[in-house]
Every structure is written in structure tokens, then in C-alpha cells.
């Protein structure tokens, strides 16, 4: 703690070590008393180089890498990924893989969600709500455990399709986790939503509006939670998405008890779409048929999918090689968090850690 | 799989207001993107977001051909929220030439072109803060360059902040 030439001034510095961070996260705060005059991210603690080991490995021995930027929501960066390799090769993954793939990528939006509702209550000092979307949570991991032997790192797709087939009793296990998880939301949102206190803390809180997010190209759920319904899986369908019904929710205020509610939302979206997926699983192979050593064709494309977080892309350069010459991953963490500066100018120091949480950041994300 | 002539109102657009800056425009796999010269970058996004709509910044960044005369092509990715459509700008850069910093225009280039600052030591014109974003600040060397091996590391800096002779 220091004192600057400003006398009222006082620079704080938060981290990297804080539990309200969500890793390693160092913000430098200038304070005037209790209020933030500016913020400074400071990031790069779990810089890996991602992009650049992505230039030393083949493009199929680059694919777990992905799993580890957003660790919450593996399947999501897997399947960016397996999409991107995939539109280079000018391929599609068969009907089969295609339905499973969304499924999959929805039970992580849902599981990805939920610990994100548990540790931003945490944040804030509800205690109870982590045991209950962990236990939630838990059931989602079993899934995939059993799908492919993982609960974190999945690294469930391959490029052209799936490697494994289901499991037996995959629809019966996905099903039953649908059957159960609405009442659970409903349960959160009574325990929370319906709680004064959470409401008054998070109300009018990092407030950020539309227009503001599209200048700072903020996407996923806190745009969305500004009041404009833009979602990748809508606006650009990919993996058959435009098959099934679901809507996109949004609220109008742009604060962080809107976020709140627009994430809950979508985690009943997502059980609406999985239903309909799980019901009408396509028979047939679950692998395009593409070449042993994948050699895109010279040419770059950008690809990029609705992840839990907001936009995802891949932006991948090929030379005709095993390996990808330039592969950029545009992460949305690193861009929502940008906007961090601007929800907490004017914020109380005790509302910084619940704008970090509703920002809903992983910086293994954020740093690649 | 071949480029193919990419028709319609924005490369009209682009080439009615920068003329022969704009050095080709085509799709690529169904993408539409447009070559310019690197003067005409920033004139480009300016046009593409004050006159077509094109609200969001989607991604900055870089690819390194060292043994190319011009070494790197900067990338710009746009999206049209009320068109739904997304375009790709590239322009090489000349070694005697700094691109000009895209804040004024989007906020979001803030960070993305510190990344390629940090990334490729490429320097914007007219950026607010051009500092390191994910490298240690004392860092010398540009990760993402081709000629800078995959283990290399500054290994002063390791010595002098981690206390030990190598990282690997």
C-alpha cells in the first residue's frame, strides 16, 4: 500500500493472490477513500504460449491443448477448435457426431455456469450455494467421465467427428440429469434471486449497456444481459444448432444482477436443448471420412462458436503442412475482462470483487 | 478449394471510397476478406463502422513470413451485428511503417494490439499504453516471431527474477 503524489489518492494493489480473482489475477486499484478512481489489470501469470506450441504440433496433437485455456468449459474450446480444423478441410462432421457434440457442449455451458454461480455467490458472501451447484456440477462431470474417461480436460471431439462411440445408457444418464436440474435452477434462484440482500448488492452494480459492450467488443452473457439478443448459435448456426428450439434470453439493465439472471436462463435453455438432442439422436458413423494425416489446404479461415464466456474463435493459418503455421485463439475472457476498467470506475472497492465475478473470467483464458 | 470473387456492398464500398488501396477482395471457404495497403487500414475500419455498420471489433492479430520482404500481415477481424456479417482486413506491414493504433475506433484494440506488441514487437501509432500485456515488462524478445525457438526464453531475466539458470 502506497501513498501517490495525489494526497487523497491511495493505490491498492489485489492480487495475484486473491481467492475473489479466480486464479491469478493482479489488479492495481487507485482509490479516492472507498471509491475506484481507475483500475489496472496486470495478466500474463499463466502465460503458456499457446499459440506458439500450436505452431510446433500437428494439428491433431494440438487439440488437448485447447482443453487447458478455459478449463471450465473444455468441450466448448474442443469444439471450436475440431470446427475450425474442420472448415479448413473444407469437412463436416456426420449428423450422429454433430447431435452429440451439442449435447456435450451444453451440459458444459450448464456445468460451466454452475460454478461460476457458486463462486461468484462465494464472492459475495453466500456460502451455501457452491455445495449446491457443485453437487449439480458433479453430475455433469459423471457424464462426461463416462463418455470419455475425463471430467475436466475432456478432449472429447476429434477433428472430423467423435472418437468414441456412447456409452450404453448415455440418453437414459443425460435424461435423467434433465429431468432433475430445472427444479435445482428454480431452487437457486429462490435461494438467491429471491433473496433482498443478493438483489440489493448486485443491483446497479458494473453496469455496462449496449452500446459500451459492442465498443468494447464484450459478448456472451454480459451483452446479452445489456438487451441484445446476439448469440453465436442463433446469428451463425454451426453444429445444428438451427435444428433446435431455444430462445435467447436477455434483460435490459446491463448490471451484475442482470447477468446473474441471464446466465440462469440460459443454463434452461441449454436442458431444453439438450432434450431435444438426446431425443433424436441420428444413426450412422460418428466420423466424416478424412485423411490419416490431416494437411488442410493452403488458407486461412476464423471460426469461432458461442462459449459459455461469449464469442470463441480460432483464426488459423495453414501452409499445407501437418502443422498449423499461425493458430490465434480469440479468447473471449481476455476481451470481456478489458471492460472491467469501466464497470468499476466509480464502484465501491467492495463491488470490485463481485464486477470480477460477474465478468465470469478463467485466466488460463485470459493468459493462454 | 480455390478463392472466389467476393461481390456485394461492402467490397463496392471499400473500393469506391479507397480506391487502389484495396488490393483484393475475395471469399475463402465462404469468408469474405479484403487486402489493403496498410495506410488504408484505418481509413477502412472507419468507413466499414461508420457507414456499414460494422459495430464490433472481433480480433486483432498477427502472422510472421520472415523471409517475406514486408514480414508481417496485420488481421483485422469485423462483425456487423445488424448485417450478421463478419469481415477479415489484412495489410502487410512495411518495416519503415508503424500501423496506426484503432482505440479511437473501438476501445477493444486496446488490449488486442498490446498483445501484438507483445507478441510480434509490432507498434501502433497513437496507442495509449503500447506496453507488454502478457510477457513480464522487462522482457526481451518477441515470442510469437518465427525466428524465436519454441523454448527460448530471456534467460536474464529468468536468472535475475526466479533465481535459477534456466527454465527448462
Known amino acids: 500500500m502506497t501513498t501517490s503524489p495525489d494526497a487523497n489518492e491511495l493505490v491498492l494493489n489485489m492480487g495475484p493472490q486473491h481467492p475473489s480473482t479466480h486464479g491469478v489475477l493482479r489488479i492495481v486499484l487507485k482509490l479516492d477513500g472507498e471509491r475506484v478512481k481507475s483500475t489496472e489489470c496486470i495478466i500474463g501469470y499463466l502465460h503458456r504460449g499457446v499459440e506458439k506450441i500450436a505452431e510446433n504440433r500437428t494439428y491433431v496433437q494440438f487439440a488437448p491443448y485447447v482443453d487447458r485455456m478455459d478449463y471450465l468449459a473444455a468441450v466448448s474450446n474442443g469444439l471450436g477448435y475440431c470446427l475450425a480444423v474442420e472448415k479448413l478441410m473444407n469437412s463436416v462432421a456426420p449428423p450422429r457426431a454433430q ?270 | 478449394m480455390a478463392t472466389v470473387p467476393w461481390d456485394g456492398a461492402i467490397p463496392e464500398l471499400l473500393r469506391e471510397h479507397l480506391g487502389a488501396a484495396v488490393l483484393d477482395t475475395h471469399l475463402y471457404v465462404d469468408q469474405p476478406f479484403a487486402v489493403l495497403t496498410l495506410a488504408a487500414m484505418l481509413p477502412a475500419l472507419e468507413l466499414l463502422h461508420a457507414e456499414a455498420d460494422f459495430d464490433y471489433l472481433v480480433d486483432i492479430t498477427a502472422v510472421d513470413y520472415p523471409k517475406r520482404e514486408c514480414r508481417f500481415d496485420l488481421v483485422y477481424i469485423v462483425y456487423s451485428h445488424s448485417r450478421n456479417q463478419r469481415v477479415r482486413l489484412k495489410a502487410q506491414v512495411p518495416a519503415n511503417q508503424k500501423p496506426l493504433s484503432a482505440v479511437p475506433i473501438f476501445l477493444g484494440a486496446n488490449w488486442l494490439e498490446r498483445e501484438v506488441f507483445d507478441m510480434f514487437g509490432i507498434e501502433f501509432a497513437g496507442h495509449p499504453n503500447l506496453t507488454r500485456i502478457l510477457m513480464p515488462d522487462e522482457w526481451s524478445g518477441f515470442p510469437l516471431r518465427k525466428d524465436y525457438g519454441i523454448i527460448q526464453m530471456d534467460n536474464t531475466w529468468v536468472k535475475n527474477n526466479l533465481g535459477i539458470e534456466s527454465g527448462q
Open chain 1, 99 to 368: 447431435a452429440v457434440r451439442v449435447i456435450l457442449t451444453e451440459l458444459n455451458r450448464i456445468a460451466s455456469h454452475l460454478l461460476w454461480l457458486g463462486t461468484h455467490a462465494l464472492d459475495i458472501g453466500a456460502i451455501t450455494p457452491l455445495f449446491y451447484t457443485l453437487r449439480e456440477r458433479e453430475e455433469v462431470l459423471k457424464i462426461f467421465e463416462n463418455y470419455c474417461g475425463a471430467r475436466l480436460t475432456t478432449h472429447a471431439f476429434r477433428i472430423g467427428g467423435l472418437q468414441y462411440e456412447l456409452y450404453e445408457g448415455f440418453e437414459q444418464q443425460v435424461n435423467a440429469f434433465c429431468d432433475q436440474f430445472p427444479a435445482k435452477v428454480d431452487e437457486y434462484e429462490e435461494l438467491l434471486g429471491g433473496n433482498r440482500i443478493w438483489r440489493e448488492r448486485l443491483r446497479g452494480v458494473g453496469v455496462l449497456d449496449a452500446a459500451t459492450c459492442k465498443r468494447y467488443g464484450v459478448t456472451g452473457p454480459m451483452l446479452r444481459a445489456a438487451g441484445v439478443p446476439w448469440d453465436l448459435r442463433k446469428a451463425q448456426p454451426y453444429s445444428g444448432y438451427e435444428q433446435y428450439e431455444f430462445e435467447v434470453p436477455t434483460r435490459s439493465s446491463g448490471d451484475t444482477l442482470d447477468r446473474y439472471f441471464v446466465r440462469l436462463d440460459e443454463m434452461r435453455q441449454s436442458v431444453r436443448i439438450v432434450r431435444q438432442a438426446v431425443a433424436n439422436i441420428p444413426t450412422g458413423p460418428i466420423m466424416a471420412k478424412i485423411a490419416k494425416v490431416i494437411k488442410p489446404p493452403v488458407g486461412e479461415a476464423y471460426v469461432s462458436i458461442e462459449a459459455p464466456k461469449g464469442e470463441l474463435g480460432y483464426f488459423i493459418v495453414s501452409d499445407g503442412s501437418t502443422h498449423p503455421y499461425r493458430l490465434r485463439v480469440r479468447p473471449p475472457s481476455f476481451v470481456n475482462l478489458q471492460a472491467l476498467d469501466h464497470m468499476a470506475k466509480g464502484a465501491l472497492v467492495a463491488d470490485v470483487v463481485a464486477i470480477i465475478g460477474t465478468i465470469d473470467i478463467v485466466l488460463g483464458e485470459v493468459d493462454r
